[in-house]
């Protein structure tokens, strides 16, 4: 089955830093890539999602970029603020008929004023 | 658009009793529902796929004796933690595609005392 890797499994920034999270997969097959942030005791929220058909997604300070053929995808946030601050997961599915998805460890993302 | 709802979003309960968790897409139909477990600082892991109308799959390690699932109409998804120990003790989450992507219900912690 897929397994995703996901580095750092912490990150503390100075706020207005960027932050960079990156994740590997292993299943070729793999052609849908979603990043949730959650916050503690609460549901994942999707904040963006990248598919094999692209190379790079962005909206506003948040972008994601996909390497299919090094099967990694990284998260990228610029002018960090505060409110950042979550654990940050990576997930692959095959995106057909419906989305199993495979999440990474997560990343927890210190923003510091 | 797209809201899942998860009922208890928390619950206590002594060693051997069982608990029901509900899992409900409010505005929505769900062919296919998600329930995960995630415990302190850990990332999602899929406990099964509940299949409105028929069995659910159930991931490699998950008792199917043990936590029951049961996706008895297209809004409603209910997984049954039977005879539950204080190591059932976890964040439970459930999530439902829509068009390909997961929304994911508040989440229920349970606690075995």
């Known amino acids: 089955g897929e397994n995703v890797e996901q580095h750092p499994s912490t990150l503390s920034v100075q706020e207005g830093d960027s932050a960079v999270i990156k994740c590997t997969y292993s299943?070729?097959?793999?052609?849908?890539f979603p990043w949730y942030k959650q916050e503690l005791g609460k549901r994942p929220q999707l904040i963006i999602d990248?598919?094999?058909?692209?190379g790079e997604k962005k909206d506003q300070r948040i972008a994601v970029t996909l390497n299919k053929t090094a099967k990694h995808f990284s998260l990228h946030i610029t002018e960090t603020q505060p409110e950042d601050s979550a654990v940050y997961f990576c997930?692959?599915?095959?995106?057909?008929?419906?989305?199993?998805?495979?999440f990474g460890k997560g990343t927890m993302l210190l923003v510091s004023p | 658009g797209a809201v899942v709802s998860q009922h208890p979003s928390w619950v206590i309960c002594k060693s051997g009793t069982s608990v029901k968790i509900e899992c409900r897409s409010l505005?929505?139909?769900?062919?296919?529902m998600f329930w995960y477990r995630q415990f302190p600082k850990q990332s999602l892991m899929l406990m099964a796929t509940?299949?409105?109308?028929?069995?659910?799959?159930?991931e490699q390690g998950v008792e199917k004796d043990k936590f029951l699932i049961n996706h008895a109409s297209l809004t409603l998804s209910t997984l049954t933690v039977t005879s539950a120990h204080p190591e059932d003790s976890s964040f439970y989450i459930c999530?439902?595609?829509?068009?390909?992507?997961?929304?994911f219900g508040p989440g229920t912690r349970l606690t075995v005392l």
């Open positions: 999530s439902a595609d829509y068009y390909n992507e997961q929304f």
């Open positions: 509940s299949n409105e109308g028929s069995k659910a799959t159930y």
């Open positions: 505005d929505f139909q769900a062919t296919t």
């Open positions: 299943d070729s097959a793999s052609n849908y």
């Open positions: 997930a692959a599915s095959m995106d057909s008929g419906y989305s199993t998805l495979t």
């Open positions: 990248i598919r094999s058909n692209v």
